[in-house]
């Protein structure tokens, strides 16, 4: 009979989580001990909560299954909220493991190291930033909790919680069962399907919007062959970019409305029927809209229900919907569908003694990536997540919505972990300062991310919001003098010449991470920031 602790990574790896990513504390060194020596999935661990939350988060959104935070009590579970609870806004299924005090501690009567306001405050905490949570004080009913919290997780692609008491990982008890998925039923799955393919064939102008639930639910050549046989064009999200790479020919662009290319915003705002497909509707995705989405007229289906008109379908699993649009759309009529081209994205930078501009950036990644073929890139909140939306529509995780800075390098980690996979990681210089360190973790691991540093010593996008204040200055760090004594590569440029250099020799250097820091003028962005930021500010003095 197993014991707890291998049961619950048994469960783990078949529930679809492929590793760990976890820091050590007292009261999860038991179970830390089960991870080392079983062997059942691979452990790498970072150097701060957050970087391990950011790292279980984006491999989550990479390879469409479970990410795994393994942390401490208090000290250690507190650390990771923020990181939980973006995973939350952003729809990753992250499953965030703690250790806690056990039964003898908790009765000791004596207030506990690293304990809060009570012992049970952690849980109340993770409570909020979950969906669902099991405390495993119990051998025998806790294969069914376990279950029972890790198919939420996979159902609902959001964050869930186990809460481990250090005196239970050596109990026996039995193996976690894998639970069958909550179905639709069928008839309203039906009902759903043909009232959403009635109102698009009879559109005289449709489109597909798509965001990030496509990719966790691993429906993303479904919906290619949705788009194909209905002939209608797929535009991304803000959020969403990067999704469908694999399909240029049914993929317009990206939606940024005044920030963003005019014939993709006709596309959208002109439409008399919009599909769209685990599409969040927040405010970084729509609230440059000029013309605000009628219900009318849009199918939204997200988080297991879908909103046709005044119509609510519940329990309805985005897959089975694909599946089912799919089985009724025939072969539709053909619609003049913009497919890749539409968009133009710089390119043939000139590589001469001229300053580097952030868009700049984006035109060498683009000449990069034709030379030697795309990589899967991470980005930080800021003028770098800007910058990627100039760049190719290629693989992306970036926190575009929660907007919480310190993302893009341990997601690139875990990026790297989880795909086997070299990434592209854009970071501003801001972020790097909250977990830019991480990096030294790769040499333990045989990681050799490209970092790309946005470094105008400044809060850049904050300035271009409020550019009086003179809080937004920051220091300069010289971080490529420090990538070499903590294992890796760096090169600070300033000209466009030195970029395409620096580049080029981080592509052909193995065994080690490459830090290109690129040096940018205070007070300039990219040209795609800087149109969102002037349609911002148009929208909030016209709802004033």
């Known amino acids: 009979m197993p014991t707890l602790a291998s049961a619950l990574l048994q469960g783990l790896k078949d529930h679809g989580a492929r590793e760990i990513f976890g820091i050590p504390g007292d009261f999860v060194l038991p179970l830390y001990k089960v991870i080392e020596e079983s062997n059942i999935l691979p452990h790498y661990e970072l150097s701060h909560e957050p970087g391990v939350g950011f790292a279980a988060d984006a491999a989550a959104r990479y390879h469409a299954g479970l990410g795994v935070a393994v942390v401490t009590y208090g000290a250690g579970a507190f650390n990771t909220v923020n990181a939980i609870a973006g995973a939350y806004a952003e729809r990753s299924p992250v499953v965030l493991i703690a250790g806690a005090p056990g039964a003898r501690e908790r009765s000791s009567g004596f207030m506990l190291h690293h304990q809060a306001r009570t012992v049970d405050t952690q849980f109340a905490v993770l409570k909020e930033v979950t969906c669902d949570q099991a405390v495993l004080n119990d051998a025998a009913t806790a294969p069914a909790e376990i279950a029972r919290v890790l198919r939420s997780a996979r159902e609902r692609s959001l964050p869930v919680y186990i809460e481990f008491p250090r005196d239970m990982v050596a109990a026996p008890c039995e193996e976690v069962p894998v639970l069958p998925r909550t179905e639709a039923d069928p008839d309203a799955l039906a009902e759903c399907a043909d009232e959403i393919v009635a109102r698009l064939k009879t559109a005289k102008s449709a489109a597909i919007i798509v965001d990030i639930e496509i990719r966790r639910y691993g429906v993303e050549e479904q919906v290619a062959q949705l788009a194909r046989k209905l002939g209608l064009p797929v535009v991304t999200t803000f959020m969403g970019r990067g999704l469908m790479e694999n399909a240029p020919d049914v993929v317009a662009g990206t939606y940024l409305s005044a920030a963003g290319d005019e014939s993709i915003n006709r596309l959208v705002e002109d439409a008399d029927a919009l599909l769209l497909l685990g599409v969040i509707l927040s405010d970084t995705n729509f609230a440059l809209s000029q013309r605000v989405l009628d219900p009318r007229h849009t199918m939204l289906a997200i988080d297991r229900e879908v909103r046709i008109g005044h119509h609510v379908y519940h329990e309805m699993p985005l897959e089975a919907l694909i599946g089912a649009l799919i089985a009724r759309a025939g072969t539709g009529r053909t619609r003049k569908a913009l497919a890749r081209g539409a968009m133009r994205y ?81 970071v501003g210089d801001g972020a790097f300062q909250m977990t830019g360190w991480e990096l030294g973790n790769c040499q333990r691991y045989g990681l050799d991310p490209i970092v790309v540093l946005f470094n105008n010593c400044s809060w850049e996008m904050l300035r271009a919001f409020q550019p009086e204040s003179a809080f937004n200055n920051l220091s300069d760090w010289h971080f490529a003098d420090i990538a070499k004594s903590i294992g890796g590569h760096g090169e600070r440029v300033a000209t466009r010449r030195q970029l395409v250099e620096a580049l080029d020799a981080a592509v052909k250097r193995r065994g080690k991470f490459s830090l290109v820091e690129v040096m940018l003028p205070r007070g300039v962005t990219s040209d795609t920031l800087a149109r969102f930021v002037s349609g911002f500010k148009a929208a909030r003095e016209k709802k004033a």
Not at 364 to 377: E, Q, R
Not at 395 to 413: E, N, Q, R, T, W
């Open 346 to 426: 710089p390119r043939d930078l000139k590589a001469d003694d001229t300053a580097i501009m952030p868009s700049d950036i984006a035109a060498a990644i683009n000449d990069l990536f034709d030379k030697h073929g795309p990589m899967p890139m991470t980005a930080d909140i800021g003028d770098c997540l800007f910058t990627a939306m100039e760049i190719e529509n290629t693989a992306l995780a970036a926190p575009g919505y929660y907007a919480g800075m310190g993302f893009g390098v341990p997601a690139g980690i875990g990026v790297a972990a989880a795909t086997g996979r070299r990434p592209l990681i854009l």
